[in-house]
C-alpha cells in the first residue's frame, strides 16, 4: 500500500454508521415491499425462516430442528426477529423476517468498504459514492432483502478478501484470525466455504512465496518460506476444520449420519440428481459449452474486475504479485461451480456467479491504497464507472431472472429500487459537499 495510505489517520466511525444507516432502511423496505406488499413468495428464502421457526414451535425450544442439511447461521439468526413475531405477524408467515436478516449483512458490506477506502486514502466522496454503488447494484441489493443464504456469505467472503489484502500490505497475524474466523462462518452460511478455502489456500501460497515480507530486510530461503506457509495454513483453516468436524458430529449425534448434509434425501446431490437426464442438459453436455454459459452469466460481475485490469495496464503493474492473488480469488469459486455443473451437482442458477463481485470490492481498498494520490482519484472514477457498467447489464439479469429466483417481479424490484438507489446517490453526494 502507498506511503500516504499508511500514514492516513484511522477514519472515524461515523461515516461508515451512516452508509450502513442508509443501506439498511433500503433494504428492509425493500424485503417489505417484495415480501409483504408483493406476496412473493420465495422457498430457500421461506426453508430458512421455516428452519428457524421449528426451533421455537418445540416445547421446550429444541436447536436440534433447525435441520442438518442446509448451513445453519441464516436461520440461526432470525430467531431473535421471531420471537417478536407476535408483534406482527408477517416477519415469520411472510418471511419478512429473513429480508432483515440479509439486509443487516447487505449493510454491514457497504460500511465495511467505505471504511476501507477511506483507510486507503480516498476522500469521502469517493468512498461513499463507491460504497453506494456497490450496495445498490441491482443484484446486490435484491440479494440484500431476499432472505436468502448469499448475501451472508457474500459478507463472510469479503471479510476474508479485505483481511487478507490488509496482511499483504502488513503481515499482522491479527488478519489471519479473523480470516480463519470468517472462514468457518462462510461454511455456517454456504458450502462454496470449501472453494473460497481454496482460493486462500492458493492466495497464501503466491503471497508467502512471491511477496516481499515488509517485516524482513532478508530473502527466505525455501524451506523457511514452505514451513512459514505450513504454520500461516494451520492457523488460517483450523476452525474451518472445527466448524465442519462439529458439524459431522452434531448430524451424527442426532441423524445418525456425519455426512447427512452430503448423502441425504434432502442434500443438494439428491436435488440435482435428475440433472442426469439429457432433457436437462442439453447442449451443456459439453465443457465448451459450460464455458460459454458462465462467461455469459458471470459476466456483468467480472466488469469490476476488468476497470483493475485496465488500472493494472495503465499503471504497467499487472504482472505484480498480488493481481494473481486477486485473479485466483476471482477464478477458483467459477471454477468450482464450472467443476459442479460438468458433474451435474448445479442447476447453474445466475446466483451461483455473482462471487467475483464482491471479492472484487473487498480488493479494492488494497488496490486503491497502493496508488498516488492523483492516480487513486482516476482509478477510483474507473470503478465506480465499473460499477455503473454493471448497473447498465440490467437487462441480462432480467433475461436470467426465472435462473435466478423463479419470479417475473424480480427485474421490476431491481430497476425500481437500481432507480431509487441512483437518486440517493445523488442526494447523499450533494449532503456531503454541502
Sequence with gaps: ????????????????????????ALEILGAYWFFYIKGVAMADALS???NAYYVLLMDPPNLAAIGFVWNLLPSLLQIPLLLIAPLWRPLQTHGVAGGIMTAGFAAFNAALLYHGLR???????????????FALNP??????????SEMPFYTMQMLCVYFLARWCDRRNTLDLFLIALMLAGSFLCRYEAFALAVA???ALLLMVFFAPDPLSPFEKTFSVKFHYYVATALVVFMPLLVAVGVWMLLSWTIVGNPLFFINSVYSNSAQTSYLSDPAMTGSLSSALGLMAMIWQKSLPFLILYAAIVVIRLLTRRLRHWDFWVLTTLVLVLLGFHFVMLLTGKSYGWLRFFAYALPTTAAWLPHELGALRPSARRMAAMGCALGFLLSFAFLDALTANARLTMGEPETARFAALFAATGAALVFVTVIAFVN
Excluded at 486507503?120 to 460504497?131: E, K, M, N, Y
Excluded at 443484484?139 to 436468502?148: D, E, K, S, T, V
Design 1 to 24: 500500500m502507498n506511503s500516504d495510505a499508511k500514514r492516513a489517520a484511522p477514519p472515524r466511525l461515523w461515516g461508515s454508521a451512516l452508509v450502513f444507516a442508509l443501506v439498511l
Design 48 to 50: 430458512k425462516t421455516a
Design 119 to 133: 483507510r486507503a486514502g480516498l476522500g469521502r466522496l469517493g468512498s461513499l459514492g463507491l460504497s453506494l454503488l
Design 139 to 148: 443484484y446486490l441489493f435484491f440479494y440484500g432483502a431476499n432472505g436468502m
Design 200 to 202: 486462500i489456500a492458493i
